[in-house]
């Protein structure tokens, strides 16, 4: 009898379903056998700029370095990230990306009978990260494609261990503002870490949205996940940090993988966080490319969520899989949201002034109404 390695799997990753990411340029490309220069991937969130100059001249320098093991405990890019932000560099948990901040998150307080809460329509790795530990998600249902923290508070039970909130959310772009989000943080009990992901951070623009690490002092249960992926534009290198109390830091760092942000991406991240010129195109592109998508859509008659991100998430009225797969054939890639439970809908990413002209024509074409 053949072994049955499926039945030797640990329960929680028998039953997980692996995250979808965008669609490759180059998958299209051998798919569609379209020219990879002619291939725009608005699917990702990623930044439309491509990297820094700054991070590009760290990123050659430390080339010279590849034969050494980083330094694992970060010190350049530690003290940088402690002087903009004003903590301790104790208070630093690095992630090879934030991503791998949520599973340190769910590794150090999660685990077998314990329950973790999150959002319907929320971010798909934290389903993922906590069914790993073997503990249980409770998604709790979305208010108008956001997070219902009133709901979610009142779906803490003893097993509670974590939380996840997005702020702004990804696939949907809401936000909670200050108000709710303190209301919500005075009900949750201190034993019971809240991880908030400020992964687009960087693009809010309106006062009434809170910043995360104003909230550090005031909740030690505390634990603010964010990236160099999207406005900072180092999605390649894979760099995240948390910032929480040193108690939790230390925790989150006993599990962490000694070497897991590599010395590119440190020298990269470190560069670029005196970039300011680079953050501020950043938010520049950004404002003006999510209005462009946003009246795009609009004038084709589709409702869209009102965005705090780089994405725009637009009803296609229809299975939107197919839309997506028109679209990949005219050379298009964006991200279809079956998977979150929304199969009419698709996120686009904000891009360059041409590629959003680029994918609201195709995105016509693929509806058949005049864009
Ligand atoms: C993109 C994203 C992340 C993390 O991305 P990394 O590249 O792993 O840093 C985390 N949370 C949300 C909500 C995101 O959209």
Redesign the pocket.
């Known amino acids: 009898m053949p072994v049955d390695f499926q039945k030797l799997a640990v329960e929680g990753v028998r039953e997980l379903q692996p995250y979808q990411p965008g669609k490759p340029i180059e998958e299209v490309a051998r798919e569609h056998g379209l020219d990879p220069a002619s291939i725009i991937k608005l699917a ?2 990623e930044n439309p700029l491509g990297p820094s100059p700054k991070a590009l001249s760290a990123a050659r320098e430390a080339l010279s370095e590849l034969a050494l093991y980083p330094d694992g405990n970060a010190f350049l890019l530690k003290n940088a990230l402690s002087e903009r932000f004003g903590v301790g560099a104790d208070q630093i948990t690095l ?8 599973e340190l998150a769910a590794r150090t307080f999660a685990g077998p009978g314990a329950e973790v809460i999150f959002s319907e329509y ?2 798909a ?1 934290y389903p993922i990260a906590t069914r790993a530990v073997g503990a249980s998600g409770v998604a709790v249902p979305a208010h108008e494609w956001g997070h219902d923290l009133d709901a979610m508070a009142g779906a803490i039970t003893e097993r509670t261990r974590l939380i996840f909130v ?1 702020n ?4 949907t772009g809401t936000a909670v503002d200050r108000a709710t989000l303190v209301a919500f943080l005075d009900r949750v009990p201190e034993r019971i870490p809240v991880v908030l ?1 400020e ?2 951070c960087e693009y809010m623009t309106d006062p009434a949205y809170p910043d995360g690490l104003a909230l550090l002092r005031d909740y030690p249960n505390l634990i603010v ?1 964010r ?4 406005a900072w534009g180092l ?1 390649g290198l ?3 940090y948390a910032l929480s109390s040193p108690e939790i830091a230390d925790l989150m760092n006993r599990v962490r993988q000694p070497f897991n942000v590599d010395n590119v991406a440190q020298a990269a991240a470190t560069a670029v966080l005196d970039d300011a010129d680079y953050l501020a195109e950043s938010r520049q592109v950004n404002e003006v490319g999510r209005a462009q998508l946003m009246a795009g859509f609009g004038q084709m008659g589709l409702a869209t969520i009102p965005s705090h ?1 780089n994405f725009v998430t637009v009803d296609t009225g229809r299975d939107a899989n197919d839309v997506f797969e028109a679209m990949l054939s005219d050379g298009v890639i964006v991200r279809p949201l079956g998977g979150y439970g929304m199969p009419r809908h698709l996120r686009i990413s904000v891009g360059l002034v041409h590629e959003n002209e680029r994918c609201i024509a195709a995105l016509g074409r693929a509806l058949g109404v005049a864009s």
Do not use: C, E, I, Q
């Not at 992630?95 to 949520?102: A, H, M, P, R, Y």
């Open positions: 990702s969130n992630g090879n990306g934030s991503n791998d901040v949520l929320a971010f790795v997005a702004p959310n990804n696939p992901d992964a687009y996940a990236t160099f992926s999207k999605a894979r760099v995240g991100g």
